[in-house]
């Protein structure tokens, strides 16, 4: 049996009302900028499926994620376990989980979930007769690693070099763009999915609901024929959209949006294609340490635990934070493996630090390998061990970075060896 594929997607934009999370803070939309979107990809091989499902959402919980994965099982039929679920991070989307002072939207939630299953029956019957494409290109204008060392040490995060105190950038950024694209045999394009490692801020702290830069891409990638592209978030927990080099300078969301789907499109007029591309997947579920909550970590007067914005949230946090680590003991997390002919994904269900996903993606050769962040879970950042001497917000404890700094380096030896598996 050739390759079979189908795309569906479907509106998820919230009602007026409804909170939204990204800023941790409380922010009730008055207006929608542009539509956000569930999309769903259904690919067969030789009888063996993929499906993949994205959020133009800040994240998926690993509970909403199995709660789609059980029902498209039970009304479909099909195998759970080669479901991916990842959200694209967008900042401008709404409270699908706790964030800071912001409550999930249980309601909103329900809705989500019922739209995802009735888009994964459309992309189901929308299987026709496909070739599959690799493509490949490279970004370095929109992205850059916003995590700035200063002299004492330290790191500012979003920090810029107007600082007299400003010394070198922590790390690197990941230029590659990854671009699978789905086409009739020798025909018109069916859809496409999109591999890059970049937060999506737009908006995040303004009352709009947006889909953010991904949202725009998928648009112009549809202006050129391309009907239906997931984006799959890479490792971008320390990437962003601002130039620490050139202060107020920002790139827009239509900007980063446009520059990447052009990238894209070049990706895609470059693939080979082929009809029956090599499937399988594989998985496993890990246990995670967290940090261990002592009084200075607490306080934030631990080095590499200082405190990033208002004190009050963390304060208003720890109580239930410190908690939920003493009764858990540990964090379940679940590592997704799939194979698509020459290339080969693994997910993190985080924001990882980009040196993590370049580690990944090295250690994977001779395979093509690409990360997919924030996808079937999520355990909050992820830095490298050696960001947590340093600081920063995304080493400051708190919920949304609860992990020890070994967690890294657990994740990228569990990614390694399920893409050898």
Same mark, same amino acid.
């Given at each position: 049996?050739?390759?079979?594929?189908?795309?569906?997607?479907?509106?998820?934009?919230?009602?007026?009302?409804?909170?939204?999370?990204?800023?941790?803070?409380?922010?009730?939309?008055?207006?929608?900028?542009?539509?956000?979107?569930?999309?769903?990809?259904?690919?067969?091989?030789?009888?063996?499926?993929?499906?993949?499902?994205?959020?133009?959402?800040?994240?998926?919980?690993?509970?909403?994620?199995?709660?789609?994965?059980?029902?498209?099982?039970?009304?479909?039929?099909? #195998?759970?376990?080669?479901? =991916? %679920? /990842?959200?694209?991070?967008?900042?401008? @989307?709404? $409270?699908?989980?706790? !964030?800071? &002072?912001?409550?999930?939207?249980?309601?909103?939630?329900?809705?989500?979930?019922?739209?995802?299953?009735?888009?994964?029956?459309?992309?189901?019957?929308?299987?026709?007769?496909?070739?599959?494409?690799?493509?490949?290109?490279?970004?370095?204008?929109?992205?850059?690693?916003?995590?700035?060392?200063?002299?004492?040490?330290?790191?500012?995060?979003?920090?810029?070099?107007?600082?007299?105190?400003?010394?070198?950038?922590?790390? #690197?950024?990941?230029?590659? =763009? %990854? /671009?699978?694209?789905?086409?009739?045999? @020798?025909? $018109?394009?069916?859809? !496409?999915? &999109?591999?890059?490692?970049?937060?999506?801020?737009?908006?995040?702290?303004?009352?709009?609901?947006?889909?953010?830069?991904?949202?725009?891409?998928?648009?112009?990638?549809?202006?050129?024929?391309?009907?239906?592209?997931?984006?799959?978030?890479?490792?971008?927990?320390?990437?962003?959209?601002?130039?620490?080099?050139?202060?107020?300078?920002?790139?827009?969301?239509?900007?980063?949006?446009?520059?990447?789907?052009?990238?894209?499109?070049?990706?895609?007029?470059?693939? /080979?294609?082929?009809?029956?591309?090599?499937?399988? $997947?594989?998985?496993?579920?890990?246990?995670?340490?967290?940090?261990?909550?002592?009084?200075?970590?607490?306080?934030?007067?631990?080095?590499?635990?200082?405190?990033?914005?208002?004190?009050?949230?963390?304060?208003?946090?720890?109580?239930?934070?410190?908690?939920?680590?003493?009764?858990?003991?540990?964090?379940?997390?679940?590592?997704?493996?799939?194979?698509?002919?020459?290339?080969?994904?693994?997910?993190?269900?985080?924001?990882?630090?980009?040196?993590?996903?370049?580690?990944?993606?090295?250690?994977?050769?001779?395979?093509?390998?690409?990360?997919?962040? $924030?996808?079937?879970?999520?355990?909050?950042?992820?830095?490298?061990?050696?960001?947590?001497?340093?600081?920063?917000?995304?080493?400051?404890?708190?919920?949304?970075?609860?992990?020890?700094?070994?967690?890294?380096?657990?994740?990228?030896?569990?990614?390694?060896?399920?893409?050898?598996?």
């Amino acid at each position: 049996m050739s390759l079979r594929a189908g795309f569906a997607e479907i509106e998820i934009t919230p009602p007026i009302g409804t909170h939204k999370i990204g800023w941790l803070k409380v922010i009730t939309p008055a207006r929608v900028r542009d539509p956000l979107f569930a999309r769903v990809a259904v690919l067969e091989s030789a009888g063996s499926p993929l499906a993949f499902v994205q959020l133009d959402t800040l994240s998926v919980r690993w509970t909403t994620a199995n709660e789609i994965r059980t029902r498209v099982r039970e009304r479909y039929g099909f #195998p759970p376990e080669r479901i =991916l %679920v /990842a959200a694209t991070h967008n900042h401008g @989307g709404p $409270a699908v989980a706790c !964030a800071g &002072v912001v409550p999930r939207d249980d309601a909103y939630l329900a809705t989500l979930v019922e739209k995802v299953i009735s888009a994964f029956g459309q992309a189901l019957e929308a299987r026709e007769p496909a070739e599959l494409g690799l493509g490949r290109g490279v970004n370095f204008g929109v992205g850059n690693n916003r995590r700035v060392i200063m002299r004492d040490g330290t790191v500012k995060t979003h920090g810029t070099f107007k600082d007299p105190g400003a010394l070198c950038l922590e790390g #690197p950024l990941d230029p590659e =763009l %990854v /671009a699978v694209g789905l086409r009739r045999p @020798g025909g $018109a394009w069916l859809g !496409a999915l &999109v591999n890059y490692a970049l937060h999506p801020t737009h908006f995040g702290g303004e009352d709009v609901f947006t889909a953010g830069w991904p949202g725009a891409m998928a648009n112009a990638l549809k202006a050129r024929g391309v009907p239906f592209t997931l984006f799959l978030n890479g490792a971008f927990g320390n990437m962003s959209h601002s130039d620490p080099a050139q202060p107020g300078r920002a790139f827009g969301m239509e900007e980063v949006g446009g520059a990447l789907a052009e990238t894209a499109w070049q990706a895609l007029q470059g693939a /080979a294609f082929e009809a029956e591309p090599a499937f399988a $997947a594989r998985a496993v579920t890990l246990r995670l340490p967290y940090r261990e909550p002592s009084a200075e970590q607490v306080l934030g007067t631990a080095r590499g635990a200082q405190r990033f914005i208002d004190s009050k949230l963390y304060d208003r946090e720890m109580p239930k934070l410190v908690e939920r680590i003493r009764a858990r003991g540990a964090q379940p997390a679940e590592l997704l493996a799939f194979d698509l002919g020459p290339l080969s994904l693994v997910t993190l269900p985080c924001e990882a630090f980009v040196e993590l996903g370049l580690r990944i993606k090295e250690a994977a050769h001779p395979r093509r390998a690409i990360v997919v962040g $924030a996808a079937n879970g999520m355990i909050g950042y992820v830095p490298t061990r050696q960001a947590f001497e340093r600081g920063g917000y995304e080493t400051t404890f708190i919920a949304s970075s609860r992990m020890a700094p070994e967690t890294g380096d657990l994740l990228v030896e569990a990614a390694v060896k399920l893409l050898r598996a």
